[in-house]
C-alpha cells in the first residue's frame, strides 16, 4: 500500500488488518507503526491491530472483532464481498 507492506488486506472494505510482535513495543518501532498507521487511514484505508497473544490465546474474540469490521455486527449474515476495481484506461 504505498510505501508500505501490510499483513493482511480486504480491499472490498478497505480493511487492514496488521498483526504486531512484542518489538511493535519498542519506541521507534511504535514510531514508525503510528506514522504508517496515519498514512494508510489518510488514504482512506480501516487498520485493526491484534498482538500475536492474542492470536494465540483468544482466536475467537479476534474472528469476531474482523467479522465486526467487515458485516457491521455480530449478528449479520456473511456476504460474498466484492471488490469493484477502477480500471485504468490504455493511453
Given amino acids: 500500500?504505498?510505501?508500505?507492506?501490510?499483513?493482511?488486506f480486504?480491499?472490498?472494505?478497505r480493511l487492514i488488518?496488521?498483526?504486531?510482535g512484542g518489538h511493535h513495543n519498542e519506541d521507534g518501532v511504535a514510531e514508525h507503526?503510528?506514522?504508517?498507521q496515519s498514512w494508510l487511514e489518510n488514504e482512506g484505508y480501516r487498520v485493526?491491530?491484534?498482538?500475536?497473544?492474542?492470536?494465540?490465546?483468544d482466536l475467537t474474540a479476534v474472528l469476531e472483532r474482523i467479522y465486526v469490521e467487515l458485516y457491521g455486527s455480530r449478528e449479520?449474515?456473511?456476504?460474498?464481498?466484492?471488490h469493484h476495481r477502477k480500471r485504468r484506461m490504455p493511453t
Wanted: proline fraction near 5%; charged fraction near 25%; glycine fraction near 2%.
Fill in 10 to 13: 480486504c480491499p472490498a472494505k
Fill in 76 to 82: 449479520a449474515e456473511a456476504m460474498h464481498l466484492q
Fill in 17 to 20: 488488518i496488521e498483526l504486531d
Fill in 33 to 36: 507503526d503510528r506514522a504508517r
Fill in 1 to 8: 500500500m504505498g510505501p508500505y507492506v501490510v499483513d493482511f
Fill in 48 to 57: 485493526i491491530r491484534f498482538w500475536n497473544s492474542e492470536i494465540a490465546t
